[in-house]
């Protein structure tokens, strides 16, 4: 027991050692519901290293784990070696990138065999920008011509072409002037209440908080919406 502490809190397994509680400590927060299993997956992409496809926090885990098996194994070896000094610490160095790029090497095997599993994310649509407010960007938006800045959920901009359209007629009026009569001029907002495929564009109509769906408010789920 005593051998096997002194291997686990020798350089260069308790580096790992240290990565291990934390990974140890992050899953059991997932377990209480206290985070997500893809907290991580918005910042950090992990597919220049052949570790996409899974959620950032599996394969980090898996390198964790496999690196620090594979460290510990070597210091083991080492606590064998009579050598010191300087050879030592060349040696340690090894086993510790050694260890690294073994488990990134077992960590890319293993989820090539179990990458299947996980769904894959749908692609960026159009569609998600339906139920957005956009700022015009033209001098002005008709039936014709027209376009907007929208920003997606990601937080990136995007230029969209825009239609006039009149809003869902069951969509509740705001006070004061009709909405339909507000002009959509440059600067002003509005709101994407649809999507037309053939012509690549979305119907757009002046935005008032009285007509906003809210941010997790889908198109059909909209009153008097394309198929309401």
Do not use: K
């Amino acid at each position: 027991m005593d051998e096997f502490l002194g291997a686990a809190l020798g350089f260069p397994a308790v580096i790992f050692g240290a990565a291990l509680v934390v990974v140890v400590c992050f899953w059991l927060l997932v377990l209480a519901g206290a985070a997500g299993h893809d907290s991580f997956d918005a910042d950090l992409d992990t597919g220049p290293a052949g570790l996409g496809g899974v959620p950032v926090s599996v394969s980090i885990s898996l390198l964790v784990v496999f690196a620090w098996f594979g460290s510990l194994t070597g210091t083991v070896l080492l606590e064998l070696d009579e050598r010191g000094g300087t050879t030592r610490a060349l040696l340690a160095v090894a086993v510790l990138a050694g260890s690294l790029f073994l488990a990134w090497a077992a960590v890319r095997l293993f989820l090539r065999r179990f990458r299947r599993h996980f769904p894959a994310e749908p692609a960026p649509s159009r569609l998600d920008f339906v139920g957005s407010v956009c700022t015009i960007r033209t001098g002005s938006v008709t039936a014709a011509f027209g376009q907007a800045e929208v920003v997606s959920h990601d937080g990136s901009t995007a230029i969209v072409q825009v239609r006039r359209g009149e809003p869902y007629q069951r969509l509740p009026r705001p006070t004061g002037p009709r909405a339909e009569e507000a002009p959509l001029v440059m600067g002003s907002s509005a709101l994407l209440y649809a999507y037309d495929e053939d012509g690549e564009f979305f119907w757009a109509s002046p935005y008032d908080t009285a007509l906003d769906p809210g941010p997790n408010v889908r198109p059909h789920e909209l009153p008097g919406g394309p198929n309401g």
